[in-house]
């Protein structure tokens, strides 16, 4: 695609509940990340993939976040259990390999509501 | 202490005025900066990257202090259209965590007419 796309645009939730958000990346794009931001604030490093692989999990608030990224392309992070402070804009990126410079080229985010 | 902290502002100066950000990162491992723009409500963008030896894009400059750990941002003659949230971001932590990217909490200016 000529971006990336993140769907749904928006999601509402009851407390509780699980979700899925999706990510895909920017066609030939080999790594893929993951963020969210809180209103007024700045972006939260949730994970990211290079290839199907994430090197680094740190990120993840809770062993309630998971994410997956397969055939290295679309990437879903799920959030079980949801709870009101996971209100957030959750964020994808995703950049070409190799080079220090590459820029991270970003989708429009998932606005998440929990309830 | 955050890994990159930023003044949050907010900066409001006049059209045509000089205005500086500041930036600084904890992790003297780190490899590569940027500084990304993000308008209300909208996805970051990269603005420019950062090099060893200062850049200059346009009305925009940056530098970067490796031995103080610090990046700045400078914009000349601001137009209305530079009214947005600046990010500073250092990416790479080490070898083996050359793809993070860490944002800070940005830096807010509006330029008014």
């Known amino acids: 695609g000529a971006g990336v796309s993140q769907s749904p645009s928006n999601k509402v939730t009851e407390k509780g509940k699980d979700v899925e958000l999706r990510c895909d990346p920017i066609?030939?794009?080999?790594?893929l990340y993951w963020y969210r931001q809180s209103l007024g604030q700045g972006l939260e490093f949730l994970i990211y993939f290079q290839g199907n692989s994430a090197p680094d999990k740190s990120g993840l608030p809770s062993d309630r976040f998971s994410a997956e990224r397969t055939g290295g392309s679309v990437s879903t992070l799920t959030i079980q259990r949801t709870q009101q402070e996971d209100s957030a804009v959750y964020l994808c990126?995703?950049?070409?390999?190799?080079?220090?410079?590459?820029?991270?080229?970003f989708g429009s985010g998932t606005q998440l509501s929990v309830l | 202490r955050k890994e990159v902290e930023q003044d949050p502002g907010p900066f409001n100066v006049p059209e045509g005025a000089t205005v500086a950000f500041n930036c600084t990162y904890s992790?003297?491992?780190?490899?590569?900066f940027f500084w990304y723009r993000q308008d209300c409500r909208k996805e970051p963008k990269l603005l420019m990257s950062v090099y060893s030896s200062g850049n200059e894009d346009g009305r925009f400059t940056a530098q970067l202090n490796r031995a103080s750990q610090y990046i700045s941002l400078l914009i000349r003659d601001s137009k209305l259209s530079d009214s947005a949230t600046y990010l500073c971001?250092?990416?790479?932590?080490?070898?083996?965590?050359?793809?993070?990217?860490?944002f800070g909490d940005g830096t807010t200016l509006t330029v008014k007419p």
């Open positions: 971001v250092v990416k790479g932590d080490s070898n083996t965590n050359a793809g993070k990217s860490t």
């Open positions: 990126a995703s950049s070409s390999e190799g080079g220090d410079f590459e820029k991270l080229f």
């Open positions: 066609s030939g794009h080999t790594a």
């Open positions: 992790n003297s491992a780190s490899q590569s």
